[in-house]
């Protein structure tokens, strides 16, 4: 992703932390005009790892004399950052609620990360995270909140176009929680377009289960289905009240873009019949591919480029999908 570090803040461009995360393979499936970012193809095995680069660079050069880093996370970007903070020696504590995913735990602490696990919500987490670094005189990092981890996410978009000869993909849907990379997806875009690279930003789909749906709800004004369930496999989608809400839904409406909502049924579909394209995506990936499945039919006739991105590898949902 390195390759636009001159489209990157000045922090970002020197002392440059990297595990070879981005290039990763845009490819077209075997459906008609339907292609996948895989995304699980990054060190860690999710696009996180753009946000962690750009957020352990920054910090090395804005803060040089750090003493460790917190953060709170519901598996992914606990386990990318700590698979950067270690990269450059770094202290790193990550703090998850008890429904983590076994093998997300494992990988964090795989990496020398400690891992807190905290009893209560997403909100609770976070709070114990700040609480930690205070303490401890560590930094938190909070990538739900940190402006250098989104500017990591902007180069999925620079790379997209790039891959697609500057002719991006007429739809992009991808799952979004706490919203980082559908931010920087966007931003990314609106860059390229007042650059004038590219003529218009893609429609953008952001994806959420119903049982998890805040900004659904937000950007829609509805009340999501009432017979669901609290839970979803869908376990990285997790952020209840995302502190950039607002920020996606004005972005969103800036370049009509949409949010659909996906059942428990359709992601299980989902995830079996990308496993039938080659792809093996964690369940919450395949919530993206379980709002396109729907369209297919519509997709396939009109004749209009989609594009999923897959942000996570099934590698890390196996003990979960092996209860469906």
Known sequence: MWRYVDFLPPSMRRNIVSLGEGNTPLVKTSTPNIYVKLEYMNPSGSFKDRGSAGLLTSLRNIMPDAAGICEDSSGNAGASLAAYSAAVGLPCVVFGSENMVPEKALQITAYG????????????????????????????????????????MKTAAYEIAEQTAWNPPEEIYLPVSAGTLLIGLIEGFIDMVEAGVVEKVPKIVAVQPEANPPLYVAYKKAMPPEDITSVSLADALTVKNPPRLWQMIDLLRDVKGDVEIVSEDEIVKAYRQLGWLGVFAEPSSAVAYAAVRRKLDEIVASGKSVLVIVTGHGHKSVELMKLV
């Open 113 to 152: 990360a400690e891992l807190k696990v905290v009893k209560g919500s997403r909100e609770q987490v976070a709070a114990a995270a700040v609480e930690e670094a205070i303490n401890r005189g560590y930094v938190y990092v909070g990538h739900a909140w940190n402006p250098y981890f989104v500017e990591g």
